[in-house]
């Protein structure tokens, strides 16, 4: 196969915009909630992605980063669910992982 150096820049471009990119795979066999957290008081860049999300279980989500988002964490919460449909908080700790 012949390669040209418009596909080589293509496939360079792909990666640049690609470092910018979260990817979040639930490895669980549960329904997991991850959620995001940016401190606004820090910059006012945010994530394409909405602030909490249902995250079915083998399932990933992606989501891009903006350049200057300078101040934020990503975690996980777990749920159990109760009679009548309320959920009880079994885990929470945006502690885990550290600022972006």
Known sequence: M???P???SLVCIAS?????????????AYTIWPA???????GTATPSQPTGWEQAAAATVSFAVPDNWTSGRIWVNLFALLE??????LARDPGLIGPS
């Open 2 to 4: 012949k390669t040209t």
């Open 6 to 8: 418009a596909a080589v």
């Open 16 to 28: 640049l915009v690609a470092a910018r990119n979260f990817t979040v795979t639930n490895n669980c």
């Open 36 to 42: 995001l957290y940016t401190d606004l008081n820090v």
């Open 84 to 89: 009548g449909g309320a959920r009880l908080i």
